[in-house]
């Protein structure tokens, strides 16, 4: 079982930026697909991000390109998520997920096995 434990959440203003980890115990982070999805309160959890195992390909929701960078470290064995210019409407939980699968719907939460308890972003406007 891999355990997920994300990091770097917190409260920022409108425009600033944060940088999310996520660290995988017992595991190489280029053993798996990767991702980061997110949940407001009252919605359902949504795709942010999600970067190939195999050789860093990166997938974006339409919402976070431009502002939003996934990135593997392999030195750190960590899933970062660089988060620029912050909106109101980028406060969420924000989970990291890992699995195995095929490359095709990098953004359907069902293919991710592992996830993380989530780190809390908030963005005040």
């Known amino acids: 079982q891999v355990q997920l434990v994300e990091s770097g959440g917190g409260l920022v203003q409108a425009g600033e930026s944060l940088r999310l980890s996520c660290t995988p115990s017992g595991q190489s982070v280029s053993n798996y697909h990767m991702g980061w999805f997110r949940q407001a309160p009252g919605t359902e959890r949504e795709f942010v991000a999600a970067i190939r195992g195999s050789d860093g390909v990166t997938k974006y929701a339409d919402f976070v390109k431009g502002r939003f960078t996934i990135s593997k470290d392999r030195a750190k064995n960590t899933l970062d998520l660089q988060m620029n210019s912050l909106m109101f409407e980028d406060t969420a939980v924000y989970y990291c997920?890992?699995?195995?699968?095929?490359?095709?719907?990098?953004?359907?939460?069902?293919?991710?096995?592992?996830w993380g308890l989530g780190t809390r972003v908030t963005v005040s406007a």
């Open positions: 997920a890992a699995g195995i699968f095929l490359w095709t719907t990098p953004e359907d939460s069902t293919k991710y096995r592992h």
